[in-house]
């Protein structure tokens, strides 16, 4: 019994934790697509992801990659939060960056 209890448990949390994982994808996604995809996808041949898939990419850690989110989030007067700020950093590192 104990083992299904736990067993039981675990697909719970593991459920759990990828279903946050997809509402903050998500919550990344449309924060970018209203605040960024528009002069991105101008800037970069019409691919809003032009400036996270370019070769000569300015991001090379977590820190430069939060201190442009902050730029451009101050530039766009976009007036995200430090939460989204993260939410987004963790979305595109998970996405293009891979960083450590």
Known sequence: MKTVTL?????????GTATRA???GGGAQAL????????????FGGKSDGAYTR????VTS?????DQIKLW???????WGDAEMETVAH???EQYYKLP
């Open 55 to 58: 070769s000569n990419r300015r």
């Open 91 to 93: 979305y595109l590192n």
């Open 7 to 15: 067993l039981a448990a675990s697909i719970l949390v593991a459920i």
């Open 62 to 66: 977590k820190q430069v990659l939060m």
């Open 22 to 24: 997809e509402e903050a």
């Open 32 to 43: 970018l697509q209203k605040s960024c995809d528009t002069c991105h996808a101008q800037l």
């Open 73 to 79: 989030n101050s530039s766009a007067n976009a007036k």
